[in-house]
């Protein structure tokens, strides 16, 4: 299983620049690192996924080692609407599940913005 | 383009009971899969469907099923509720069966209170 590791807490100020590392030592060749933000009482929503070196959007890039085992999320000038959590996710693929996966979440990175 | 929809947000039950709660996935989005989130456990994934057909599933005992219609639209049920299946439950949709590389969109859930 491919299980991510990530700090289970983080602080920052407003306009900070925040890094939150994921560790996933089990990723699989064809696996994609996806990460989501959560607010509270909603869903998770999409930020950002990627495969290698770095990828960017206009909200955040992904940043991955060539060995994979490992990545980190930038946030660049946080703002007080930035606090929430943030899970890393590497897809599970089983064969016995003909190639089809399923999400494991871990505990996710709790963010808080301070003022 | 409307995102995934669930019915309804809040839900009070008492043991003993059954529930059922709706999912409607984005626009041509035919998969679709259903996660509970507790305080103690976090994001559990509980299964996934596509074209009708259950194609993983979590480690949930027989009392929590589900079915998609040929729509797309999914349903979950709960019989026989316990004080712990108290949780908040979230339906994500893509647009194939969630491979670790499909970035899910999760609807805002529905929160579910056993008394």
């Known amino acids: 299983l491919a299980k991510t590791t990530q700090p289970i807490s983080m602080d920052s100020y407003e306009g900070q620049e925040v890094n939150i590392t994921c560790s996933h030592n089990n990723i699989a060749t064809n696996d994609y690192i996806t990460w989501y933000q959560q607010f509270p009482s909603q869903g998770p929503r999409f930020i950002i996924q990627g495969y290698k070196t770095k990828v960017t959007n206009e909200v955040a890039s992904l940043f991955i080692p060539a060995d994979r085992k490992s990545s980190t999320l930038s946030l660049p000038r946080v703002s007080l609407s930035d606090t929430a959590v943030y899970y890393c996710l590497v897809g599970d693929r089983s064969a016995r599940s003909g190639g089809y996966n399923k999400l494991i979440f871990g505990a996710g990175t709790r963010l808080a913005v301070h003022p | 383009k409307a995102g995934v929809t669930q019915t309804p947000r809040y839900l009070i039950k008492t043991r003993g009971q059954q529930v059922t709660l709706s999912c409607s996935p984005i626009?041509?989005?035919?998969?679709v899969s259903w996660y509970q989130q507790t305080p103690g456990q976090g994001l559990q994934f509980l299964f996934e469907y596509f074209s009708e057909t259950q194609r993983n599933k979590g480690n949930f005992p027989g009392r929590f099923s589900g079915r998609q219609f040929s729509n797309s639209r999914s349903e979950m049920n709960v019989s026989t509720l316990e004080l712990g299946d108290s949780a908040l439950y979230l339906c994500?949709?893509?647009?194939?069966?969630?491979?670790?590389?499909?970035?899910?969109?999760f609807g805002d859930g529905t929160r579910l209170s056993i008394l």
């Open positions: 994500a949709s893509s647009l194939e069966p969630s491979s670790g590389n499909q970035p899910q969109h």
């Open positions: 626009s041509g989005h035919r998969s």
